[in-house]
């Protein structure tokens, strides 16, 4: 961590604190995968010819390590990652990651970094896997060597460490994804071309980009790169609703827990389409009480306001509502190995001795 000119510690920006090691291994068409290796975090070698540099074959995944009130630190949810890395490089004509060596790949690099994770509930590792064509040859075809990279780095929230409520804005002019096309995978080329309207977004002071659907331009479906939700009436009686996946969302691992939270909860979880004008027309009737975005950086986001061109309304009170603290709280609990953590869902890696 760095030190402000107050001399108290800065908290690690996003992306920006990178951890001691990485690890890697080459996938040839000849030889298969190397043996994972574990390194110094440093530059890669790579041709200007690289496949992955001209005509985009890149899949990468974000998960996160957390550490728990006992000192032990446990990734959340590392087999689900693995296997939507697979279908990501399926979707881009890629070798797969194996999951058992995927998940070797995480308790490596885990084991040899955990030390530069604080006691800091507010902090976790994010672990980012990169799988690229790293070939030098341009033929219009896919490579025939491609490289996995696990790095990592110590963050807070994507947002803010606590439940700051967000602007939102509605992009009526850009949309991310089309049908048949790749926005339920984790494909790099999904993420440049929504810099323009994201850019667009903070000129009209909101911080994230609602996308609508791609043909009519009128359902909603995911804010920036995370997963929406919507909290219909309040208490145990509340709904908690979500767009369907339909090929153009991705299928969030953060996504998935969180319904099956709700469920233990009590709130009805449900997938169900809402249109852009029904969210306005619900959160001015007081049937929509709360809107939340989801994601492994972002993990509960509540939304505070929308804005869609001229109109602009509020969702709720504008603040983080009792449904979406409720949730982000079990999530937090869940990823941190607490009592309500569901079997499975976290896997424990000791030190590297």
């Not at 797969?96 to 507010?122: E, K, T």
């Not at 994507?158 to 926005?183: I, K, L, M, N, Q």
């Amino acid at each position: 961590m760095t030190e402000t000119s107050g001399g108290s510690p800065e908290r690690p920006q996003f992306g920006e604190s990178f951890t001691a090691h990485m690890v890697t291994s080459v996938w040839t068409a000849h030889e298969g995968w190397s043996p994972l290796r574990l390194g110094p975090h440093a530059a890669l070698c790579l041709s200007p010819a690289a496949v992955g540099l001209h005509y985009g074959q890149a899949v990468f995944e974000g998960l996160k390590a957390h550490r728990g009130a006992d000192g032990t630190v446990g990734v959340f949810r590392p087999e689900d990652h693995a296997a939507r890395m697979a279908d990501s490089a399926r979707r881009l004509s890629m070798p797969p990651v194996p999951g058992d060596m995927f998940l070797r790949a995480v308790d490596l690099l885990v084991a040899a970094d955990q030390d530069a994770l604080p006691s800091d509930p507010g902090l976790s590792l994010y672990l980012r896997p990169l799988l690229f064509a790293s070939e030098a040859n341009l033929a219009l075809r896919p490579a025939r060597e491609y490289t996995f990279v696990l790095i990592a780095f110590v963050t807070g929230g994507f947002f803010a460490d606590g439940p700051e409520p967000v602007p939102v804005w509605v992009s009526s002019r850009y949309t991310r994804a089309t049908p048949g096309g790749t926005g339920g995978v984790k494909f790099a080329g999904n993420y440049a071309p929504t810099y323009l309207a994201q850019e667009e977004a903070l000129r009209a002071g909101c911080r994230q980009v609602v996308w609508l659907d791609s043909q009519e331009r009128r359902w909603v479906e995911e804010l920036g790169g995370m997963n929406l939700f919507f909290v219909r009436g309040s208490g145990s009686g509340a709904h908690v609703v979500t767009p369907p996946l339909g090929g153009t969302l991705l299928p969030g691992v953060t996504r998935d827990s969180l319904l099956r939270l709700a469920a233990r909860l009590g709130y009805e979880p449900r997938e169900e389409r809402i249109a852009v004008d029904q969210w306005r027309d619900e959160c001015a009737a007081g049937t929509i009480t709360e809107t939340f975005a989801s994601g492994t950086a972002a993990v509960v986001t509540p939304v505070g306001t929308v804005r869609y061109g001229e109109e602009e309304w509020k969702v709720g009170t504008g603040g983080a509502g009792p449904v979406t603290l409720a949730l982000r709280d079990a999530l937090i609990d869940a990823q941190t190995g607490g009592s309500r953590s569901p079997e499975g869902w976290v896997r424990t890696v000791a030190p590297r001795r």
